[in-house]
């Protein structure tokens, strides 16, 4: 079973631009979270999606924005990137039950503002 | 804010030891997730432990929950190079619109 990959690895934009990370979760997971990974704050929660649909959502700005297809794949935007934007975006994906599954991670999109 | 905190923030130590590494949480909760990042990747699960559980074991890994605490630990025993990481616990409360809330982590350094 193949498992969550994300696209792409490494990004390098310049402040004012925007982008869009591609997650794709693994077979049979409908759920799928973000993150943002910086070293002061730690993994930060930023939205979750299942059946395209937004189910929970973290405290950052309008700027960051998502989506899920049907194919339960999933993006993430990222308008008038800011410095601080620099982190290592994570998705996750997980089946949707009240048990509460494991999460299973991709390895990342490093993006990088200049 | 963050649900779970992990103490120490940095631990180091010798091949073979056991290194015990502690979460709290706030709130009530429907389990307690330890992960595990290498250097820049994903995070990978290691183990779950329900609220109605109080202890887990997954080969060397061996985690307890102390509900009335809010509190939980990981022990990694007879440790080796390899397990030099980041440990993060994650909690999520009841209900499939819960969120995972992650912990700011724990460094472990094994030295060879």
């Known amino acids: 079973k193949a498992g969550v990959t994300q696209t792409p690895r490494y990004l390098i934009k310049t402040r004012g631009q925007q982008v869009t990370l591609s997650c794709s979760p693994i077979s049979g997971h409908r759920s799928v979270s973000w993150y943002q990974q910086t070293p002061g704050q730690g993994l930060q929660f930023l939205f979750e999606y299942f059946s395209e649909t937004q189910r929970n959502k973290g405290n950052f700005p309008g700027r960051f924005s998502g989506r899920q297809f049907s194919n339960s794949r999933s993006e993430m935007n990222v308008s008038t990137l800011e410095l601080g934007d620099s982190a290592l975006y994570l998705c996750?994906?997980?089946?949707?039950?009240?048990?509460?599954?494991?999460?299973?991670f991709g390895q990342g999109t490093r993006l990088t503002v200049v | 804010s963050q649900q779970g905190e992990e103490d120490p923030q940095a631990l180091s130590i010798q091949e073979g030891e056991n290194a015990t590494m502690n979460c709290s949480y706030k709130t009530s909760i429907n389990n307690l997730q330890w992960y595990r990042q290498n250097s820049g990747r994903g995070l990978v699960h290691l183990i779950l432990?329900?609220?109605?559980?109080r202890e887990k074991h997954s080969g060397r890994l061996r985690v307890t929950l102390d509900t009335s605490k809010k509190s939980s630990s990981l022990l990694i025993t007879a440790s080796r190079a390899a397990d030099t990481a980041s440990y993060f616990c994650a909690t999520a409360l009841t209900g499939a619109n819960s969120k995972l809330t992650f912990g700011k982590g724990i460094t472990l350094s094994v030295r060879p």
């Open positions: 996750a994906s997980r089946v949707w039950t009240v048990m509460n599954t494991e999460a299973f």
């Open positions: 432990i329900r609220s109605n559980e």
